[in-house]
């Protein structure tokens, strides 16, 4: 694997970079945050239309860049560095994978073209259990003639209030565990799903419960075949975990730069903080943190490239995601933790962002799993390969 950018990818982030750094200020971040739908759907359309980002790894014969996952890591990389408000994350890193993964030619050719011309999308899968993988699926189906009667309840839908289509787990009754899972997708508004918005810490990213009362589908509904989306659902998961873990990579990147330029201002004793040991070794220990987290997310990119060309081993993808999200999930939320002890008092106030960064820290240190549900797959994944 080349771990070096090439023009084109230093390109993209570097454009990435600059349009976001002018267009997700601080103010504008707090504007789309406070707002009803929680982002500004003018900045949407301007990154669908003029960046063209929600496109980038979809193919080129749907309309797509035809891009790697290394250039939308990039590009996640800087949105997470600059608190992008915007149902990015569960348009291209959840729905968009899980049709580029499950879809059949109809639903690819047909979704993936909605979400090119910038429509909103999101996965349900999770019905507030603690497991991020195809175990948590509680949600129901059965089959009645050529229909699938769907029931259950969905938490931490990304975005799920504003989507206009959604992909959903759902297991066969009487199923367990990974057996008995299908993946189906439909337009968000049909009767039978019901949406609420969560009030959730981290107001810069919305989640919704998604409520199924009988919803009937057809067969150009199910995504591949019918109980068979297990594997396909955790391969899903580990995509958008590596994509998340790109975001924190950005944001804690992001909380050190601004603490490092905040202790060159605050003095105390005559003298700038920075000059401060304890200071520097805070912010050495930051630095390394970030660092390591960018390598752990790239590799894991530079695996789900082949997951997604070539249909890589499950455990080597699902290895590179937990390594890289085990990792972004703590050390993130410690940058954080580490920039409002160097902003001292104010860190805590309003009128500095600190505390949105640390809100989003820990909002995504959960979602798709923490550190310590992270470590132990990989564990589970070593004790696996020494028995075999």
Known sequence: MDFAFTEE???????????LKASSTSPAVRSAMASEQGFAPELWQTICTDMY????????NYGGMGLGYVELVAVLEQMGRYLLC?????????????LLVAGTE????????????????????????????????TA???????????????????DGQNADFLVLAAREEGSTAEQGISLFVCPASLNGIHCVTLPTMDQ???????????????????????????????????LASIALAAEQAGGMQEVLDVSVEYSKTRSQFGRPIAGFQAIKHKAADMMLRS??????????????????SDGLLAEELSEAASIAKSHCSEAYFKN?????????????????????????????????????????????????????
Request: charged letters at 20%.
């Open 9 to 19: 990818q230093q390109m993209i982030r570097d454009t990435a970079e600059a349009f």
């Open 86 to 98: 915007a149902p990015y994350m569960s348009t291209v890193a959840m729905a968009t994978n899980a």
């Open 291 to 308: 660092e390591v987290a960018r390598s752990a997310v790239y590799y894991a990119a530079c695996v789900a490239d082949e997951a997604l």
């Open 140 to 158: 129901t189906y059965r089959r009645e003639g050529s229909e699938y009667i769907l029931s259950g309840n969905y938490r931490y839908v990304l």
């Open 336 to 388: 954080a933790g580490e920039a409002l002890q160097i902003h001292g008092g104010v860190g805590f106030t309003w009128e500095y962002d600190v505390h949105l960064y640390f809100k989003r820290a820990k909002a995504s240190e959960h979602f798709l799993g923490d550190s310590g549900y992270h470590r132990e797959r990989v564990a589970k994944l070593l004790l696996d390969t020494l028995d075999a």
């Open 53 to 60: 980002w929600q496109a980038l790894h979809i193919p080129e």
């Open 106 to 137: 109809a639903q690819k050719s047909h979704y993936l073209s909605q979400v090119v011309e910038g429509k909103i999308a999101s996965l349900a899968f999770n019905s507030g259990s603690r497991d991020w993988d195809a175990t948590a699926v």
């Open 204 to 238: 810069t990213r919305r989640q919704a419960s998604v409520s199924l009362d009988s919803l009937r589908l057809d067969d150009s509904a199910v995504m591949g075949a019918a109980g068979q989306a297990g594997p396909q659902l955790n391969k899903i998961l580990n």
